[in-house]
């Protein structure tokens, strides 16, 4: 973190733009975690609604 600031002092970037850097980078890693961890509820939920369809279709069946 403390190397982060130095380079962006060094390479001419104001703190502003660094905070803004840090904040969107941030952002985005939750945006992504989140599509993740809603993508794979999504993955269980399907699979036990169609396992619990499967069952269903054999009770029926028989």
């Known amino acids: 973190m403390q190397q982060r600031w130095v380079s962006l002092r060094r390479n001419g970037g104001s ?5 803004y850097n ?3 980078a941030s952002f985005y890693t939750a945006i992504s975690e989140t599509v993740v ?3 794979v509820q999504r993955l269980f939920f399907l699979w036990y609604v169609g ?3 499967c069952y269903c279709n054999v009770a029926l069946a028989k």
């Open 15 to 19: 703190t502003r733009a660094g905070i």
């Open 37 to 39: 961890v809603v993508g």
């Open 51 to 53: 396992t619990a369809l």
């Open 22 to 24: 840090l904040a969107s």
